[in-house]
């Protein structure tokens, strides 16, 4: 008589945890497909950027100004398809971290960029703001041929 009580009590029991274990593997795919979302996105921007500072490095070789630079920056950032904000160009003749003896002509720019997530708005995080950070310098090629 016990052993038929008992069978009855434990019925549903793996329904209760097969569901549990459902939401934690939905969780963690979730979390990996965000995450990955996220390092594409950096890598894009990086790539941008790594453009940008070469652009504005080669116009700065060549005495634009600081909005000219600002503008080149820009354009190859949009040009990539990058949807940035906070685009900061800095120089040498801005920022003295980038002076060097002898002198480089270097030129730092930062962007940053909002992601847009697919799983995590489920909990509330909708988005997340990645930046990134190239030098570019304007070196001139000395070639002799022999």
């Known amino acids: ?26 969780a963690m795919v979730g979390l990996m497909v965000d995450g990955g979302i996220l390092l594409i996105e950096y890598g894009r921007l990086k790539r941008a950027i790594d453009a940008a500072s070469l652009s504005a490095a080669l116009q700065y070789r060549e005495g634009y100004t600081q909005q000219q630079l600002r503008d080149s ?13 906070d685009i900061a160009v800095d120089t040498d003749d801005t920022d003295a971290t980038l002076l060097t003896n002898p002198r480089r002509k270097l030129v730092r720019i930062t962007a940053s960029r909002h992601v847009e997530f697919g799983f995590l708005p489920v909990i509330g995080i909708t988005q997340a703001n990645i930046t990134a950070t190239s030098v570019g310098e ?3 090629v000395d070639l002799v041929l022999v």
């Open 73 to 85: 920056a820009e354009e190859f950032l949009n040009l990539n398809q990058s949807n940035v904000f």
């Open 1 to 26: 008589m016990r052993q038929r009580i008992f069978r009855k009590t434990e019925r549903g029991q793996a329904i209760v945890l097969i569901a549990l274990a459902a939401v934690g593997l939905i």
């Open 138 to 140: 304007a070196a001139s």
